[in-house]
């Protein structure tokens, strides 16, 4: 079975700062995707990012970009120019190829502050 | 975008009742979820369902049922709420292959409290 760890319950970050959030996982699989889930204080989750095992390069979504390690089986998350509205919770998610069901982390809360 | 819509944001409800949590989404997905957040576990898998009428286990399944009689709709059941299911749930819908398709889309959440 798979599992996904963040090994940070909590981060803080001061603004226009560069933070690194960590998530490792588990799998005997090939292939599979990589997700950076973000959930603000009472709000919606939204994607943050995605990376496709398959793909060397690592994903890169404006501010937001990965360190995809697959033979270490790691895959942070690099927030650059921290803002107040980054502050959220912050989910790493694992999904096998063509199963659709993600697997989830723990979890990390990251608070932005001026 | 991609619409996921939940019922309620907020429910109480006694222990022993029959509970209802519903999830619309707007972009003819096959793929449905009801996941439970609980701090320090992060999302769960409670069911999924891949078309109509079609569903499977996810992790943590006891306690509750589902139904998928349209595509757009999927329903979570709690058959007798007990304290201990009291939890944020979310709904997520994915086209097939929803990995290629950037991944789930998330409903806000309904925050259930069973007294």
């Known amino acids: 079975a798979q599992t996904v760890t963040q090994s940070q319950p909590e981060m803080s970050v001061q603004e226009a700062e560069t933070v690194t959030l960590s998530c490792t996982y588990d799998?005997?699989?090939?292939?599979?995707?990589l997700f950076w889930y973000k959930q603000p204080p009472s709000r919606q989750m939204i994607l943050v990012i995605r990376q496709e095992a398959y793909k060397q390069q690592n994903a890169t979504e404006n501010r937001f970009s990965v360190n995809f390690q697959k033979a270490a089986k790691s895959f942070s998350l690099k927030i650059s120019d921290s803002q107040l509205g980054d502050t959220a919770m912050y989910f790493c998610a694992f999904m096998k190829h063509n199963t659709d069901k993600l697997i989830f982390g723990t979890g990390t809360r990251l608070q932005v502050f001026p | 975008d991609v619409k996921v819509t939940q019922s309620s944001r907020y429910l109480v409800k006694r222990t022993g009742e029959k509970v209802f949590l519903e999830c619309v989404q707007d972009m003819d997905h096959e793929n449905m979820f009801w996941y439970r957040q609980d701090p320090g576990l992060g999302l769960r898998l409670i069911y999924f369902?891949?078309?109509?009428?079609?569903?499977e286990k996810g992790d943590i399944p006891e306690g509750y049922s589902v139904s998928r009689e349209k595509k757009e709709r999927f329903s979570l059941i709690l058959e007798s709420a007990s304290t201990n299911q009291t939890s944020m749930y979310l709904c997520a819908s994915s086209p097939s292959q929803g990995g290629l398709a950037g991944g789930p889309h998330f409903g806000p959440g309904t925050r259930l409290t069973v007294t």
């Open positions: 369902s891949y078309d109509v009428k079609m569903k």
């Open positions: 799998t005997s699989e090939n292939n599979y995707y």
